[in-house]
């Protein structure tokens, strides 16, 4: 019999395939490593700055935040989240962040929208597309996010507005001429500008105040002094029971409520006194910055003056606030009359807006209501900056759309102008999130998204209460 002998070769294939099978699984944990969280920034073509992060574990989903209302002269960073605390939880949840700074500060809603999309650019360019986009924004941020809802649908699939200018632009700056407009004529009559906005008098009259301006004001500081001046009569009229009566009458044409600072106690229903004292806080800020520094920047943005009176019954408005009878209470504790005070506003000179001015800020800044994707609006109940009732204003613009099977707003009881906990926010982004997934809306009622604050965040509050807001004091959201 023949031998044949095996080639020394023979086996070689076989070493060398277990060598590289080897190699290959040794390899192969390497490759399916989780990427390490990544945290980039970078500059906008418009000169913005933007900011991304993202998880180790993305879940293919990224939020784009739109942050509020910066002064001019302020610091302007890109953020990509309302605070440290939530986005911390929010990238452990596996979502991707992104937000830019805007390309200028103040009412800047016509730069904000194009830099927050080309944040979006930014985003894809450097991590890649994701799986759904939500935006989401607070105070002016929520007036942005609703815009891009509404005028860019496309590039998201949901939105949540949280403590949002989403009566709008003109709305807005209506609301604050009102308050100014009450504090000027009540405690220092005689004073108006015929130069600022329609009001007659031009120098100090029988209070011997100088010219307080509403609105067309020179410049920032034509502005300030105004205010200062205003300020300064405010500050002394709350010292006596009639300044006292009428500065809530102010307060309640602009629906301030009696608690609005979650670091005071608060009043009870009937102690309209206490009520009072916080509604005085908050117009006094009202008029060191909104009602006069921020309009001035507003005013230049615009071209002119965007807000008028002209036609208002504040009668009528009066008795729509949820504060009427605290006001009625005052003027009855003063032995002042209501009815005499009311008519002098009947009286007062009026302020007229530019048409261009007003044609600006409906553009660039006033809700339609014609949403196509679901929008989830969130608001504390002791809002002094923007009143509660600026979601019934939404509400009712949505409505008249036809699409309000896509709002829904939750409210928590709290004072403050967006201060929401971080287990608050979360809630509210699990509820959109699960809303765009399900295509219909889960439970939204206080306890379910008290629930879902909880798990998300045991450590901080949970307050979502049940609460419908009255209505906007002015009727319509341009008018």
Same mark, same amino acid.
Request: glycine residues 10%.
């Given at each position: 019999?023949?031998?044949?002998?095996?080639?020394?070769?023979?086996?070689?294939?076989?070493?060398?395939?277990?060598?590289?099978?080897?190699?290959?699984?040794?390899?192969?944990?390497?490759?399916?490593?989780?990427?390490?969280?990544?945290?980039?920034?970078?500059?906008?073509?418009?000169?913005?700055?933007?900011?991304?992060?993202?998880?180790?574990?993305?879940?293919?989903?990224?939020?784009?935040?739109?942050?509020?209302?910066?002064?001019?002269?302020?610091?302007?960073?890109?953020?990509?989240?309302?605070?440290?605390?939530?986005?911390?939880?929010?990238?452990?949840?596996?979502?991707?962040?992104?937000?830019?700074?805007?390309?200028?500060?103040?009412?800047?809603?016509?730069?904000?929208?194009?830099?927050?999309?080309?944040?979006?650019?930014?985003?894809?360019?450097?991590?890649?597309?994701?799986?759904?986009?939500?935006?989401?924004?607070?105070?002016?941020?929520?007036?942005?996010?609703?815009?891009?809802?509404?005028?860019?649908?496309?590039?998201?699939?949901?939105?949540?507005?949280?403590?949002?200018?989403?009566?709008?632009?003109?709305?807005?700056?209506?609301?604050?001429?009102?308050?100014?407009?009450?504090?000027?004529?009540?405690?220092?009559?005689?004073?108006?500008?015929?130069?600022?906005?329609? $009001?007659?008098?031009?120098?100090?009259?029988?209070?011997?105040?100088?010219?307080?301006?509403?609105?067309?004001?020179?410049?920032?500081?034509?502005?300030?002094?105004?205010?200062?001046?205003?300020?300064?009569?405010?500050?002394?009229?709350?010292?006596?029971?009639?300044?006292?009566?009428?500065?809530?009458?102010?307060?309640?044409?602009?629906?301030?409520?009696?608690?609005?600072?979650?670091?005071?106690?608060?009043?009870?229903?009937?102690?309209?006194?206490?009520?009072?004292?916080?509604?005085?806080?908050?117009?006094?800020?009202?008029?060191?910055?909104?009602?006069?520094?921020?309009?001035?920047?507003?005013?230049?943005?615009?071209?002119?003056?965007?807000?008028?009176?002209?036609?208002?019954?504040?009668?009528?408005?009066?008795?729509?606030?949820?504060?009427?009878?605290?006001?009625?209470?005052?003027?009855?504790?003063?032995?002042?009359?209501?009815?005499?005070?009311?008519?002098?506003?009947?009286?007062?000179?009026?302020?007229?807006?530019?048409?261009?001015?007003?044609?600006?800020?409906?553009?660039?800044?006033?809700?339609?209501?014609?949403?196509?994707?679901?929008?989830?609006?969130?608001?504390?109940?002791?809002?002094?900056?923007?009143?509660?009732?600026?979601?019934?204003?939404?509400?009712?613009?949505?409505?008249?759309?036809?699409?309000?099977?896509?709002?829904?707003?939750?409210?928590?009881?709290?004072?403050?102008?967006?201060?929401?906990?971080?287990?608050?926010?979360?809630?509210?982004?699990?509820?959109?999130?699960?809303?765009?997934?399900?295509?219909?809306?889960?439970?939204?009622?206080?306890?379910?998204?008290?629930?879902?604050?909880?798990?998300?965040?045991?450590?901080?509050? $949970?307050?979502?209460?049940?609460?419908?807001?009255?209505?906007?004091?002015?009727?319509?959201?341009?008018?």
């Amino acid at each position: 019999m023949t031998r044949i002998a095996r080639p020394r070769t023979a086996r070689r294939p076989a070493v060398g395939l277990a060598a590289l099978l080897l190699l290959v699984a040794a390899a192969a944990p390497a490759s399916a490593a989780r990427p390490d969280p990544r945290h980039l920034e970078g500059t906008l073509p418009s000169g913005a700055t933007y900011m991304i992060d993202t998880p180790a574990d993305w879940n293919g989903t990224v939020l784009l935040f739109s942050h509020g209302y910066r002064p001019e002269g302020a610091p302007n960073p890109a953020v990509n989240a309302p605070d440290e605390p939530t986005k911390k939880l929010l990238l452990k949840e596996g979502y991707a962040l992104v937000g830019s700074s805007y390309a200028t500060n103040g009412w800047s809603v016509e730069q904000a929208v194009p830099d927050q999309l080309a944040a979006l650019d930014a985003f894809r360019g450097e991590v890649g597309e994701a799986g759904r986009t939500l935006a989401w924004g607070q105070s002016l941020g929520g007036l942005i996010t609703t815009a891009i809802a509404e005028r860019h649908a496309g590039r998201i699939d949901g939105s949540l507005s949280m403590c949002g200018l989403v009566h709008g632009g003109v709305a807005n700056w209506n609301s604050t001429l009102d308050a100014t407009f009450a504090l000027r004529t009540l405690l220092a009559p005689g004073s108006g500008d015929s130069a600022g906005g329609g $009001a007659a008098g031009g120098a100090a009259g029988g209070s011997g105040i100088r010219g307080i301006r509403l609105t067309g004001f020179k410049d920032a500081s034509d502005a300030a002094a105004s205010a200062e001046r205003l300020g300064e009569t405010l500050g002394a009229a709350q010292n006596t029971a009639d300044g006292r009566a009428r500065i809530a009458l102010a307060a309640a044409l602009h629906n301030i409520p009696g608690w609005n600072d979650p670091n005071t106690p608060r009043p009870a229903p009937d102690d309209h006194a206490a009520q009072q004292a916080n509604q005085f806080t908050a117009v006094r800020g009202l008029v060191a910055q909104p009602g006069f520094v921020w309009r001035e920047e507003a005013e230049r943005r615009a071209g002119g003056n965007m807000s008028w009176n002209t036609g208002v019954d504040y009668s009528a408005m009066l008795a729509r606030s949820a504060h009427y009878k605290q006001v009625k209470a005052l003027y009855k504790s003063a032995g002042l009359s209501l009815r005499h005070d009311l008519d002098d506003l009947a009286r007062a000179p009026r302020v007229s807006a530019q048409p261009r001015a007003v044609r600006y800020m409906a553009e660039h800044a006033a809700p339609s209501g014609r949403l196509s994707k679901p929008q989830f609006d969130i608001h504390t109940t002791g809002d002094a900056l923007v009143p509660v009732e600026v979601e019934s204003a939404y509400r009712r613009a949505v409505a008249s759309a036809g699409r309000a099977p896509l709002l829904r707003q939750a409210y928590t009881n709290h004072a403050g102008h967006c201060t929401f906990s971080p287990a608050e926010q979360l809630a509210a982004v699990h509820a959109i999130d699960h809303r765009i997934t399900a295509g219909h809306w889960d439970d939204t009622s206080p306890s379910a998204l008290n629930s879902r604050a909880q798990q998300a965040d045991p450590t901080t509050a $949970a307050r979502y209460t049940a609460y419908r807001p009255g209505p906007y004091p002015r009727q319509g959201l341009f008018r």
